[in-house]
């Protein structure tokens, strides 16, 4: 790996002066530039409508341009389904000083090349106009610089986790975060919604769910109390609004473990049912785990049947892991079910519960997802989320799981970016942004048949420690712009990446991002932060 300081190539200097991120597959930059006024108008082929409807409502707010409908425009986009090399997200942007062509074979594939034409802007074409504000008067000076690219992502799976479970976050949040996701072409929004210290999903046949678990008393011994819940219209709104952006939201609802919000709100479906107990309010693996009676199974059943009746994708997140055996080992009912099903002890109505979750969401005609940390305890139809560390996400491909990889050391973002006594308070440890692009998803070393398996890879944001929308920007940029960037293209090249991401930063900047500065001194991976949180460094 050459030195960050190296300097590049002419040609692969040129490439990094236009900073886009994720890097495209192949970039030819060529003389001149395409300039915009009010007149520019944009020609959208049969299927192309829905880009040209996004890349005006993400423009026009403002630079003021209309980009008004024009069969004879010389903006076109087309879909062209006979461009399958371009795969389900790829596409061929052209910019020439007379004209803009954007084709596609797939419609996801022209939201991406949007993208890209946003980057290709000059940064102040991205910044928000506050709310209720007019768009602004078209100014002189838009233009794009002429290039040849020719794009699609290495995996099929890239996004990020935001854990709205231990702090709830506004719906108006969700859909800027979705915004960040989509301009770094990442596409899965994983909402976790549901854990020990709150449920966050309304399920109409359980309102107790958000009355009682979506509130608790405090947060690992604050004092403050904390609550929060959507409706299902801002579910469905949110839904609306990420799949205009080409992001499929994929819910998280935890089970059999991580759900003492559930049993503080319908004790019943515990282990022992006469004992109230209310939402958790310390971080950790909680002991209260949900029963295994027929009465759990029919909550379980008709929790997820509303889960699929608002959240359309194919997926659907159970959890799965961290689920103490305690309560069972001493359970009767527990004992009764490990005799009806002929299980081998309590360790077995495990796999059996889930075994169980995945039939029925098979029956509503959806997948199910679940984290692994051993390797072995998802039954076979789970799409397996490997958090531990690659090597039990191997073992799970070479079982048969599909894989999407997410190794706590190089995605979760809720570790300091250093040991700087400044960072805000985390987990122990750290994680850097170059630990963050060094994330492998398929290592070269694995055996084809389980690299084959790996959908792709996805960040995970915490919030035990980060309340904040402005936290939770902090700890994700530019980190998530290095998982963006790996995750959509083969290239691995540290250099380029970061002066890509210099240029990258001024975008950031005019969307209001405040992350880490990539400036600051190299940090000492072994060494956690000591002291709690400052104010937030601007890019």
Request: glycine share 10%.
């Given at each position: 790996?050459r ?6 190539p ?13 890097r ?19 020609r ?20 003021g ?7 004879a ?47 290709l802007?000059?940064p ?20 794009v ?18 854990d ?41 046949a ?28 801002e ?18 609802i935890?089970?059999?473990?991580h ?30 785990v ?53 299980l081998s ?10 075994g ?11 997948r ?9 305890e ?5 799409t ?62 694995w ?16 919030t035990?420690?980060?309340?904040t ?33 210099d240029?990258?930063?001024t ?18 991976p ?10 937030l460094?601007?890019?």
């Open positions: 790996m030195n960050p300081d190296t300097v590049l002419v040609a692969a200097t040129r490439h990094c002066e236009l900073g886009l991120v994720p495209p597959d192949s970039v030819t930059v060529q003389p001149g530039r395409f300039a915009l006024d009010h007149r520019t108008g944009l959208a082929g049969p299927g192309a409508q829905t880009a040209a409807a996004l890349l005006r409502e993400l423009l026009t707010p403002a630079t341009l209309p980009l008004p409908p024009d069969s425009g010389p903006i076109t986009f087309l879909l062209a389904p006979g461009e399958e090399a371009l795969g389900a997200e790829g596409y061929a942007l052209t910019v020439r000083p007379e004209a803009v062509l954007l084709v596609a074979a797939r419609p996801d594939g022209l939201l991406r090349g949007v993208q890209t034409l946003r980057q802007l000059p102040e074409a991205l910044a928000a106009v506050a709310g209720g504000a007019q768009p602004r008067t078209p100014a002189a000076g838009w233009s610089p002429c290039v040849r690219i020719t794009d699609r992502p290495r995996f099929a799976w890239r996004g990020a986790m935001l709205v479970a231990r702090h709830f976050q506004p719906v108006a949040y969700l859909r800027r975060f979705v915004d960040l996701l989509a301009l770094h072409k990442l596409n899965v929004l994983h909402l976790h919604l549901t854990d020990d210290q709150g449920w966050r999903m309304p399920i109409a359980y309102p107790r769910l958000t009355g009682i678990g979506g509130r608790r008393t405090e947060s690992a011994g604050d004092g403050i109390p904390h609550q929060g819940a959507y409706t299902r219209a579910l469905t709104g949110l839904l609306a609004y990420a799949a205009r952006r080409g992001v499929s939201v994929v819910p998280e935890e089970m059999p473990g759900a003492r919000a559930a049993l503080a709100a319908y004790p019943r479906l515990g282990n022992r049912p006469g004992v109230r107990l209310e939402p958790w309010t310390r971080w950790g693996v909680c002991e209260n949900l029963g295994v009676h027929d009465e759990v199974l029919d909550f379980c059943r008709g929790v997820l049947d509303e889960v699929a009746d608002v959240f359309p994708g194919p997926y659907v997140h159970v959890g799965g892991d961290e689920c103490p055996r305690t309560e069972w080992e001493r359970s009767p009912a527990a004992r009764a079910r490990i005799a009806a099903e002929a002890g309590p360790a077995a109505l495990h796999g059996w519960f889930l169980e979750i995945a039939a029925h969401l098979a029956r509503l005609g959806r199910p997802l679940g984290w692994t940390d051993t390797g072995d998802l039954p076979p139809a789970f397996a989320l490997a958090w531990r560390d690659a090597e039990h996400g191997r073992a799970a491909a070479l079982r048969g799981h599909d894989v999407i990889m997410a190794p706590y050391r190089s995605t979760y973002l809720d570790y300091p970016q250093s040991a700087d006594p400044g960072e805000p308070r985390g987990q122990d440890g750290v994680l850097d942004l170059r630990g963050a692009y060094e994330n492998e998803p398929a290592p070269a070393h055996e084809p048949e389980a690299a084959r398996r790996v959908l792709g890879t996805q960040a995970q944001l915490w035990e420690y980060a309340r929308p402005a936290e939770l920007e902090y700890l994700a940029f530019p980190r998530l712009c290095a998982l963006a960037d790996t995750a959509w293209s083969a290239h691995r090249d540290w250099p380029d990446f970061r002066h890509r991401l240029r990258h930063l975008r950031l900047g005019a969307l209001g991002v405040r992350g880490r500065s990539p400036q600051s001194p190299t940090p000492h072994q060494s956690p932060p000591s002291t709690p949180q400052s104010p460094l601007t890019p």
